[in-house]
């Protein structure tokens, strides 16, 4: 049984850098690839971007400038790091396991981040 | 602003069949293989369809999935209140490796 379990503050300042953690259980890190997916309150979801343990990335154009996802094979964790948030960025974010072409398998149960000065 | 255009709710009465429409364009529906999530109130998505069509394991058949075109369909047969959640497409682009989402559409069992 796979576990996800997403960490990192629950508040970050407008123009600061978000940073969250994903820390995955009863799977290998290298085995799969991992995402990272956004949901405002009360809004839709959106897809953030993904990993493999390579390094091989993709992000969602509209974030992109603004997003990387990295790994910590040792640690068993992948990341997420969003720069100069603003009140726009306020969503519970979720990391997932990805398998096939794009489908997420795997859910952590989320984590709010609210930007606020 | 999503990729994918749902309707923002559907509803029926216990046992009767619901469908829940995605639409897209050729890129994102027709060249794209097609997920389906299921969001219960306060909880995580769970998938339940990938690739168009196939169910995941453990899911029941009352849930099917089909595309057409530009069109993608959630049918949702013997409706249940326990189905009663926020539906979402989503999708994925062969050729640039990236995802996206419908709106989500929110069922109601009457």
């Known amino acids: 049984q796979v576990q996800l379990r997403e960490s990192g503050p629950g508040l970050a300042k407008p123009s600061e850098t978000l940073s969250l953690t994903c820390t995955v259980s009863?799977?290998?890190?290298?085995?799969?690839?991992w995402a990272w997916v956004r949901q405002p309150p009360g809004k839709g979801l959106e897809w953030i971007g993904y990993m493999f343990h390579s390094g091989t990335t993709s992000y969602n154009p509209s974030l992109k400038s603004r997003v990387t996802i990295s790994v910590d094979t040792s640690k068993s964790q992948f990341s997420l790091m969003l720069t100069s948030v603003t009140a726009a960025d306020t969503a519970v974010y979720y990391c997932a396991r990805m398998r096939g072409s794009g489908n997420l398998h795997d859910w952590g149960q989320g984590t709010l981040v609210t930007v606020s000065s | 602003q999503s990729v994918l255009t749902q309707p923002p709710s559907v509803s029926a009465a216990p046992g009767q069949t619901v469908t829940i429409s995605c639409s897209g364009t050729s890129s994102n529906i027709e060249n794209s293989y097609i997920s389906w999530y299921q969001q219960l109130p306060g909880t995580a998505p769970k998938l339940l369809i990938f690739d168009n069509e196939n169910r995941l394991s453990g899911v029941p058949d009352r849930f099917s999935a089909s595309k057409s075109g530009t069109s993608a369909t959630l049918t949702i047969t013997g409706l249940q209140t326990g189905d009663e959640a926020d539906y979402y497409c989503g999708t994925w682009n062969r050729t640039v490796h990236v995802g996206g989402f419908g709106g989500g559409t929110k069922l109601t069992v009457l």
């Open positions: 009863g799977a290998s890190i290298s085995s799969s690839y």
